[in-house]
């Protein structure tokens, strides 16, 4: 096709045609309906401008973190993973780094079940590419760890570990909407350890479909169900014996 001869400036899931749990081709540009009204030049000015701005985010809020930690006595040795999802009409994109992860609830028609959507990619120093900068950098992976020590391979802070190769250029990814789509689970690697995502998603699905929940004064019934889904999935992963920090956001789509 001609629309093949465009750049790709995303790391593609899924096309709205995709009625599965992660089959489908790769999401071009000439593909994408306009994020605004006029021709596919538009679509890719505002797919670089979108990628653009996510990239400046991430280097702002990492470079903001570190002159903080920097300033405090101690300095502070912290850092995050961070997770960010970004709705533009009716495609997502996706920006991520880090192990925590963002999952969409799919639904697939032709199996009648809920299908998890993988729409981030973790970041570990095992992965080739991640260890190859932390080696290019002067770093080393001992025990699955930068330095035997950190777990991931980006981050935003852990200021210590910059000079050996972590980095907090996140992936970024794009995913369109379909009308089967019900919701995003966002969450931190806490909930991961000891839920997959099929799991999670299965388990905010029935508290979703729970008539028991009570609803709160200004809050509508569906609201209260996505809230009491997310306070019950960490309660849950605590009470599993997760030992990390557990976070948890589920985004309802509306259609």
Not at 80 to 99: H, K, Q
Not at 100 to 119: F, K, V
Not at 181 to 192: S, V
């Amino acid at each position: 096709k001609e629309a093949q001869k465009e750049p790709l400036l995303f790391d593609d899931l899924p096309p709205a045609s995709s009625t599965d749990s992660g089959s489908g081709g790769p999401l071009l540009f000439d593909d994408l309906p306009p994020a605004s009204s006029g021709d596919s030049g538009d679509v890719i000015s505002v797919e670089k401008t979108v990628k653009r701005c996510l990239l400046d985010t991430f280097k702002h809020t990492d470079e903001e973190f570190l002159k903080q930690a920097s300033s405090q006595k101690p300095a502070w040795k912290d850092g995050s993973t961070a997770t960010c999802v970004l709705a533009v009409d009716n495609i997502l994109y996706i920006a991520n780094l880090g192990d925590s992860r963002a999952i969409l609830c799919r639904y697939n028609e032709e199996s009648q079940r809920h299908a998890a959507l993988s729409l981030s990619k973790e970041h570990n120093p095992t992965q080739y590419e991640e260890r190859m900068r932390i080696q290019k950098a002067g770093g080393n992976v001992r025990d699955g760890r930068v330095l035997g020590v950190l777990e991931v391979s980006r981050s935003i802070g852990d200021g210590q570990y910059k000079r050996c190769g972590v980095t907090s250029v996140p992936d970024i990814r794009r995913c369109q909407l379909t009308p089967n789509d019900r919701f995003i689970l966002l969450a931190c690697d806490g909930l991961f350890k000891v839920f997959t995502p099929e799991e999670a998603v299965n388990f905010i699905l029935s508290c979703l479909e729970d008539e028991k929940i009570q609803t709160r004064e200004g809050k509508s019934a569906v609201d209260a169900r996505y809230e009491a889904a997310c306070n019950r999935l960490a309660n849950k992963a605590v009470q599993r014996g997760s030992a990390d920090n557990v976070t948890v956001m589920v985004v309802r789509i509306g259609h």
